[in-house]
């Protein structure tokens, strides 16, 4: 210790003998910043704190789909993009510079002439008007790279809406760069990734009651190739550590648990099961069937014995236990695949998204001093609804978190980084929403 000093005084004294001692304090202090700056973030509380360790945040991308963008109550507005995962995960490693498409007002729903949906007090389901772009002119690409309604083989192959099968989201995101997802994303030349696919390749085909051909759901085989590709893509063009999140147990979200399959007289307290087209034909349902959050409307009506109970749910508002089996077997086998692709590539992480709402689903979330559930609706001892909108972890669509779900999602990732990348960056509190 003593003979590096001892150099290190010497070399000083050259130094200062060279530039003078005004120069030389100069010349002391940017070597300072610079040696500073590499690894260290302002913490909090505005004090300076070696968080990041590894992890280089100076070009953070984020790839996925609505889950990533940000969306709630059916779309994609300020007001919850703001609070999207990536955001907020930018926000504790202290980026500066993070850049979301931002969508004002009531943003855009599936439909460009629609808003964020609303929900009246009488149940009904409307949507507001639509809002506007509010940064499109941005000169570079968004950090936020999150389309909703993204499929995997489309991150890889589509450029604007219309080979989107007319998603105005691609548009919106994309600007006519003339690049895929994962061009975007490379030009930016990211020094850290995270990417989020493979749910919506699902999600549709489910949340139509597996009902709908124009929605099938990409077979286990095409996504693991379509997966394969965009690593492959990803990590021939960048060193960029990429934090790869797995499929989520969608039957477990509010969409698909909300209803029950049989309506209470509130008289009696005799339940009486619904009736519903499921994959063997019209049969009345039972407990472990899934009446889809779309037939709320319906629902109602039944309960206000303005249609007759052995009405049949038109089957893409059930999800019966066969397709619901279908579904959760294709989960476990994309995850699968998602697991075997990062424990391939020794840039890649797996980040565990599915056991956080395995966890989620049978004990809620903590945040703060609240516990927080995925109920969204409750039914009162008379048999009526209502809406759960306090301690819900989701928004009015029942498929996309509200902001303490996004930041439990946010958190997760953010515990896989600093254990990956030796950092420290601070999980997400309620202040930080």
Known sequence: MFEFYKYNNYFASAIMRIIGMKRFLIFIFLCFLVMSCKKTGTGNDGTDENIL????????????????????????????????????????????DFEQPIMSGNGFSWKETDGRLSVGTDLSISFLPPGTENNRDLSRPFNNLGVPLITAEQMLTVTNSIAADSNHFVDKILRNSGRTLIEEALSLSPTLLTLWVGNNDLLEAASLGLASAESPYTPTEDF??????????????????????????????????????FVIDPETGVKTYLTGECEEGIRILTDSDLVLYWALPNYVSILENDLPIETALNDTLILDVTEKNEITDLIDEYNDTIMAAAAANANV????????FVEIANSGYIFGDVTYTTDLISFNPDGSIQLNLTQ????????????IGYAAIGNVFIEKINSTLSAQIPLITPSDL
């Open 349 to 356: 992480f797996l980040v565990d998204i599915y056991q956080l």
């Open 224 to 261: 693991r190739d379509f997966l394969t590709e965009i690593i492959n893509q990803l990590t021939s063009a960048s060193n960029a550590p990429i934090f790869l999140g797995n499929v989520l147990d969608f039957t477990t979200l509010p969409y698909f648990t909300s209803l029950p399959s």
């Open 392 to 403: 819900t972890l989701f928004s009015f669509d029942g498929l996309h978190p509200k902001e």
């Open 53 to 96: 360790g590894d992890a280089d945040f100076s070009m953070y991308v984020s790839l996925g789909n609505s889950l990533t963008a940000g969306v709630a109550n059916g779309g994609l507005y300020q007001n919850m993009q703001m609070n999207s995962f990536p955001k907020l995960i930018a926000k504790q490693a202290n980026v500066e």
